[in-house]
């Protein structure tokens, strides 16, 4: 469970987004350009953080921080101490599923 609520994080990735932006002195228009994003999108998401998946990601490639991303929301990988840990693991592979609810 996070202490953030998802407006609150909408709002801290757009004020990142934007403290990128005027590091690299561009403007909402210059960044709209290479991003191929709207500027009128551009502006939404700077003021109130709502952006579509598809233009944060735009936004990202040009500014920055898109392989950050994706390595961050990988899965943990497992810490082994000894190789009886690994072949432990190798034989508790099975096939993972979501639950229904």
Same mark, same amino acid.
């Given at each position: 469970? @996070?202490?953030? @609520? $998802? ?6 990735? !757009?004020?990142?987004? &934007?403290?990128? &932006? ?7 228009? %210059?960044? !709209?350009?290479? @991003?191929?994003? !709207? ?9 109130? %953080? =709502?952006?579509?998946?598809? %233009?944060? #990601?735009? #936004? ?9 991303? =994706?390595?961050?929301?990988? +899965? +943990?990988? +497992?810490?082994?101490?000894? =190789? ?6 190798? $034989?508790? =592979? $099975? &096939? ?6």
């Amino acid at each position: 469970m @996070s202490l953030v @609520s $998802s407006t609150k994080a909408q709002q801290k990735l !757009a004020n990142a987004v &934007r403290e990128r &932006r005027l590091f690299m002195e561009l403007t909402q228009e %210059g960044l !709209a350009i290479r @991003s191929g994003v !709207a500027l009128p999108t551009l502006r939404k998401f700077e003021q109130k %953080g =709502i952006i579509s998946l598809e %233009g944060f #990601l735009k #936004l990202l490639c040009v500014v920055g921080g898109l392989e950050e991303l =994706i390595t961050v929301l990988q +899965p +943990p990988k +497992p810490n082994f101490s000894s =190789i009886d840990d690994v072949l432990k693991e190798d $034989s508790n =592979i $099975s &096939r993972k599923r979501g639950h229904k609810k």
